[in-house]
């Protein structure tokens, strides 16, 4: 930390000497924790003053193996402390307390508020990063056995640091979720007991060596499940094959671009394949899920718009995929838009693809997964005549109400959680879906908030409350949490938008296809809901079709619950990429 020095000249000074003021409010080392979602976060800021008198600071996350990270701005006003991250879209205001010894406030990140409190902190007591014991050195993989059959490939790696010469670092992998590098934020060895947590995603871990120490064998305990986990030591990390991953050389060409939203003011970044040949050809605009997504949609190291636009540009369909609005190498802010935003984006990529030489303008249509699914009808019924075509792939019937219910129904019963606490923590999530409905804001709104997760908490039996009141920081701080996020611009919209009226008013054919098995939107749901909208529109080339055996990503499954999706190899059916091939071709007049 820089030291200010005062010099004091002496010389024809009869007066007192001024005192040393000291370092100004704030100047130290700050350590408090941060709670968002099940984990609680350290959080420690570092806060100097330069020789101008200016302040700086740096942030540590070491519960996210993050240090050091740079503060753009940071200012201290009487007693009130603020400072901002801009490359996380992150800020905090909080107040000094009168023995400067506290600072209280809310860290704000990405528009979701949640409570800080910092306490002054002498730098020997710092939190530093994890040093594990030698017997851990290398590599321990295994799968943890999830409710109903599933398994979950994780991986504890215990490796030499060399930033420190004599140190090792230690780390968890989520194997088949494609997420590496979690920090382990403790860890003993006890005998011949292993123990360590990952405090990041509210996970812990105890188990035993086995005679040869090859292998620890115990139990892996997050939120409210404990599930049997035997790690074995391991020369290096499993992989699992994604066999469909396209492969150069490409028999179509692909360009790398940027098109405009004129309407929202951003420029979005995306991918162009297009099939060699003579054209014009028939074209598709890519529309993601719901979350901000990449132009392949990539998600637990599958990346089926990619996988998609590969087979059609073979099949003579040119395709645009892109970046949603704030991710990648697109612009805007994507946690303010809600479908009909996305929907602008979604008719600005049909509009720069109709003009586009070797593009039939004549034939462009849209394609939609999940979210996707209720963005490409409205961009089609705010501009008729300009979408020829849909492809709607586990696309909506209903509201977003009645989708959120059915899906925690199906996802929480295929977790294995009991019947009586899967049908409470339904019930709750429609009580606080209706308060939030309400419009009620305030203390009355949040009390009611907390009886209903109270509730839902008295259905569990003693030891998966206590656990869970532990990892979601009591009723007050999930209450709160619930309420942020049911709140949002984006979930207002979709809990109360309805999509038949709009697949009704189509004027283009469309084509709707869901996986028998798919968890997320549940076909017996949907299905016949879309229909009888598509034969409200009245195109006789449109389909409503259920393809069997299939997942919410159009994956084989076994169960079809989300947590299968990354131990999959297959990242999309082929009998649901000949159908959507098939499809274009005839309507566009291809076959």
């Known amino acids: 930390m820089t030291r200010i020095l005062i010099a004091v000249a002496m010389v024809g000074m009869s007066g007192p000497i001024a005192e040393d003021p000291g370092p100004p409010p704030g100047v130290g080392h700050w350590v408090g924790p941060l709670r968002i979602g099940p984990a609680e976060l350290s959080m420690v800021l570092h806060v100097e003053q330069g020789e101008d008198g200016a302040l700086s600071a740096t942030l540590d996350s070491p519960d996210q193996g993050s240090f050091g990270l740079e503060v753009a701005s940071i200012s201290v006003q009487g007693r009130t402390l603020r400072f901002e991250i801009p490359t996380l879209d992150a800020r905090f205001e909080g107040t000094l307390s009168e023995d400067g010894t506290t600072l209280s406030g809310t860290f704000t990140q990405r528009g979701q508020g949640f409570p800080l409190t910092m306490t002054r902190t002498a730098e020997e007591d710092l939190p530093r990063p994890v040093d594990p014991p030698e017997v851990l050195l290398g590599i321990w993989e295994g799968p943890i056995e999830l409710p109903l059959g599933q398994t979950l490939r994780v991986a504890l790696r215990v490796e030499p640091d060399e930033g420190r010469p004599g140190m090792r670092t230690i780390a968890f992998d989520s194997l088949d979720q494609d997420v590496r590098g979690i920090p382990v934020t403790a860890v003993e060895v006890d005998g011949e007991t292993v123990r360590f947590e990952v405090k990041s995603i509210g996970g812990t871990f105890e188990g035993t060596f086995d005679e040869e120490r090859s292998s ?47 309407e929202a003011g951003i420029t979005l970044a995306g991918t162009l394949t297009i099939p060699e040949g003579d054209g014009p050809f028939p074209a598709a605009v890519m529309v993601s899920g719901s979350g901000p997504q990449d132009r392949d949609e990539t998600l637990l190291g599958h990346k089926p718009f990619w996988v998609i636009a590969d087979h059609l540009a073979r099949e003579g369909v040119a395709v645009l995929r892109f970046d949603d609005r704030g991710v990648g190498g697109s612009g805007g802010d994507f946690e303010s838009a809600t479908s009909e935003d996305f929907a602008t984006d979604a008719l600005a990529a049909v509009r720069f693809l ?47 109400k009645e989708i959120v219910l059915r899906q925690a129904d199906l996802i929480v019963r295929a977790s294995g959680v009991p019947e009586s606490a899967s049908k409470a923590q339904v019930d709750a999530l429609g009580r606080m879906i209706a308060l939030v ?53 984006w979930f207002r ?99």
């Open 216 to 262: 620890i064998s115990g139990t892996w305990s997050q939120s409210i499940m404990t599930m049997p986990l035997t790690l074995e030591k391991v020369e290096e990390l499993s992989t699992r094959v994604r066999p469909q991953q396209p492969e150069p050389p490409f028999p179509y060409g692909v360009e790398e671009l940027t098109f405009e939203n004129p």
């Open 354 to 400: 109709r003009g586009r030489p070797g593009v039939d303008g004549e034939a462009v249509g849209i394609i939609g997964h999940s979210e996707g699914g209720i963005v490409g009808p409205i961009a089609a019924t705010r501009a008729p005549g300009e979408v020829d075509f849909l492809v709607l792939l586990a696309g909506t019937g209903v509201t977003g």
């Open 437 to 489: 409905e309400s419009g009620r804001e305030g203390g009355d709104e949040e009390e009611e908030l907390r009886e209903t997760v109270a509730g839902a908490l008295d259905a569990l039996d003693p030891g998966q409350r206590e656990a869970l009141e532990e990892t979601q920081g009591g009723l007050a701080e999930a209450a709160s949490r619930a309420g942020d996020q049911l709140r949002s611009p």
């Open 493 to 591: 919209f979709f809990l109360s938008y309805d999509p038949a009226p709009t697949l009704g008013a189509v004027d283009c054919p469309v084509l709707a296809i869901f996986g028998g098995k798919d968890m997320q939107v549940d076909p017996e749901q949907n299905a016949p809901r879309v229909e009888a909208a598509l034969e409200e529109a009245g195109d006789d080339r449109s389909s409503v079709e259920v393809l069997p055996g299939l997942n919410h990503l159009f994956q084989h499954a076994e169960t079809g619950a989300p947590l299968e999706y990354g131990g999959i190899e297959e990242t999309f059916a082929p009998e649901a990429l000949a159908r959507i091939s098939g499809w274009i071709r005839g309507v566009t007049g291809r076959e």
